[in-house]
């Protein structure tokens, strides 16, 4: 076998049973600077426009004004191409199936002082049929723990259960409903500190969260692509949201192997929004 079905296979395993993953330096130097002055000139152009905001003032400082950028891949030809990077197909395809369909990508850029997401399972958010979710985190900033990296539950999305949501006032974290109830304690939690260039594959039953970035200055931008297995419906929509109720939403790309469903068409509904520290409930 060659090395990167060696090392794919390996990820895939650990991600299958641990409920993460994390490939090290899978994107290389330029491709991250790339993304960053992509990521950029978002903030700048279009996420002032979501807001109403005046574009042409597009600066780092800009930047920081927003917690994150959603769907990004429908304003950025590079962000959608990144959708089927070969080191994320690679993975997924062994981790989740030959068939696999993205509906969702995430741009947070989280600069100093901003918080973080309470724990939570993306499968509440983004409902599978058949517990597929999974998400690829690319670090576009080396992620630690001062500046608000992932926290995980290693092994949290073995017993396939959704546990309860509820709001919290905790200022920590963002206005993101909080999984509770669970049977695990805080110690069962680990950081996953990355480099930039290096991404965090994580299952959608997987309790996760990220803490506020506590240092002074710079960002914690991370891109975030969420996936599924083609052979699942996607049965999703936001209650008084743009797209009514439908057991099979296809607003999806597909990044490896045969659309089951192509039949039905593809349709562009999800808009591309800008999630603030507090009024919009986030996605996942
Ligand atoms: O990057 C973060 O701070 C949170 C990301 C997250 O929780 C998610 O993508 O589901």
Same mark, same amino acid.
């Given at each position: ?35 960053? =002055? ?147 304690? =805080? ?98």
């Amino acid at each position: 076998m060659d090395q990167t079905a060696e090392r794919a296979d390996r990820l895939a395993a650990q991600y299958r049973e641990e409920g993460y993953c994390v490939a090290e330096g899978a994107l290389r130097p330029d491709e991250i600077t790339a993304l960053i =002055d992509e990521a950029m000139r978002l903030c700048r152009e279009e996420a002032a426009k979501l807001t109403g905001g005046d574009a042409a003032r597009g600066d780092a400082h800009d930047m920081g004004r927003f917690l994150a950028i959603h769907f990004p891949h429908k304003l950025s030809a590079l962000m959608r191409e990144t959708l089927a990077h070969p080191r994320i197909v690679e993975v997924l395809t062994r981790g989740i199936g030959p068939n696999v369909k993205c509906m969702q990508s995430m741009l947070f850029i989280k600069n100093a002082g901003k918080p973080g997401q309470a724990w939570h399972q993306d499968e509440d958010f983004i409902p599978t049929r058949d517990r597929s979710l999974g998400a690829a985190w690319i670090a576009l900033d080396d992620a630690t723990i001062d500046n608000g990296c992932l926290w995980v539950i290693p092994g949290s999305q073995r017993p396939g259960i959704l546990w309860p949501l509820r709001q919290h006032q905790n200022p920590e974290y963002d206005s993101a409903p909080e999984s509770y109830d669970y049977p695990y304690r =805080d110690e069962d939690a680990i950081p996953v500190e990355v480099c930039a260039g290096s991404i965090v594959f994580f299952h959608g039953h997987l309790l996760h969260k990220s803490l506020r970035n506590r240092r002074t200055s710079g960002f914690r931008r991370a891109l975030v692509n969420h996936y599924m297995s083609a052979e699942s419906l996607l049965p999703w929509w936001r209650p008084n949201g743009p797209i009514p109720p439908t057991q099979d939403l296809r607003d999806i790309i597909m990044v490896a192997g045969h659309d089951p469903y192509a039949y039905k068409g593809i349709v562009d509904v999800n808009r591309p929004y800008v999630r603030r520290e507090s009024a919009t409930p986030a996605m996942s």
